[in-house]
């Protein structure tokens, strides 16, 4: 692998780790166990190659402190399959006869690092690249794609669903449009001797274009912001407007024929990290459910707040903070725990209190 770097400025994350050392009041969101965090899944961490296949419930050790680093991860999956991560954000490439499939180009000037990532595995141009959904912080680099194909002499294909397709031209994306559109769910496509399906999800998720894209022949499903793998879930469950239909598409996924999960986000995935999210999601339920039973209304609803407003947030934090206090002894030392589970409190405890 060629020492290449891209720094998490150009990453995008300068707004959000402007320090190494964080101030003590916010260490409850920034919370890191003594030895990292650990494995979602027990998985056995294991160093990146571009060389050696993973195991099939593997993950890549240090994932976090790498991240930080600006390290190019490159882990062979399949014989022609790989995964490469940088700052934060991750996708799959594979190697066909001719030339290379990407699925998502990615963004923030990561583009470039998986071109030279790309570069070190193989010498084959780039020349199909799928849009997973139609937001900018994992398409947006596909200039980069387009400039590397040019100068190669081939024709780059961008492929994307037709609701990805719609979603990009009614947000005014300045994104290159895809050359081909599928249908949302049950349309595919080949790549050489690779069939790729797209499957919209049905319910909520973490956007209205929302696929499943899954390798065939390789066993590699590809969504991004659904599940972080190795992770607690992201904020409001990857940015879903509701939690309806999420335990649906945790379903829907795992039933689906892959072995390796990519993930956009987290390490590298296998079905014992759906299974890890559904039992989650059942003990958040579960937690949320006895924290809207026990805790008192009347105990905030009176004078001593001076107006109702102030009473039900302080009624509704005290549910929030039942409910973590529950889940925190199972779940506490996961990546994100602090950070993100108050939010998916909340959205439970909407989803089943009306």
């Not at 490469?84 to 583009?111: E, K, R």
Request: aromatic share 12%.
């Amino acid at each position: 692998m060629k020492a290449f770097k891209v720094s998490l400025i150009a990453a995008g994350f300068a707004t959000l780790f402007t320090t190494a050392v964080f101030a003590e009041e916010t260490r409850s969101f920034t919370y890191l166990p003594d030895g990292g965090y650990p494995s979602t899944t027990d998985a056995n961490f294991v160093a990146p190659s571009a060389k050696t296949a993973l195991n099939v419930g593997d993950k890549i050790g240090n994932l976090t402190q790498r991240n930080f680093n600006g390290d190019v991860i490159v882990q062979k999956l399949t014989d022609n399959a790989y995964w490469v991560q940088i700052g934060f954000y991750n996708t799959v490439f594979l190697v066909g006869d001719d030339g290379v499939l990407l699925m998502d180009p990615l963004a923030y000037g990561s583009g470039e690092a998986v071109l030279a990532a790309i570069a070190d595995v193989t010498d084959k141009p780039v020349t199909a690249v799928v849009y997973s959904h139609h937001h900018e912080d994992h398409i947006g680099d596909i200039s980069v794609f387009e400039k590397a194909a040019k100068d190669a002499g081939v024709k780059l294909e961008i492929i994307a669903t037709d609701a990805t397709a719609k979603g990009m031209k009614a947000h005014g994306s300045e994104v290159t449009p895809a050359t081909k559109e599928l249908k949302f769910s049950g349309d595919s496509f080949t790549f050489g001797d690779e069939t790729i399906t797209v499957y919209g999800l049905a319910d909520s998720a973490h956007t209205y274009d929302s696929a499943l894209w899954i390798l065939e022949n390789a066993k590699i499903a590809h969504i991004p912001d659904v599940v972080n793998p190795d992770q607690m879930p992201y904020l409001n469950f990857g940015g879903s407007d509701t939690f309806e239909g999420y335990e649906d598409n945790l379903a829907f996924i795992k039933a689906k024929e892959w072995t390796y999960f990519s993930g956009g986000h987290g390490n590298i995935g296998s079905k014992a990290d759906f299974t890890f999210m559904q039992e989650y999601v059942a003990d958040l339920k579960a937690a949320t459910g006895d924290a809207l039973g026990s805790v008192n209304p009347g105990d905030y609803f009176v004078a001593k707040y001076n107006n109702h407003q102030a009473s039900a947030k302080a009624y509704y934090d005290a549910i929030t903070a039942k409910a973590m206090d529950t889940l925190r002894p199972k779940y506490g030392e996961f990546y994100g725990f602090e950070a993100s589970v108050p939010d998916q409190i909340v959205m439970v405890r909407d989803a089943i209190s009306h």
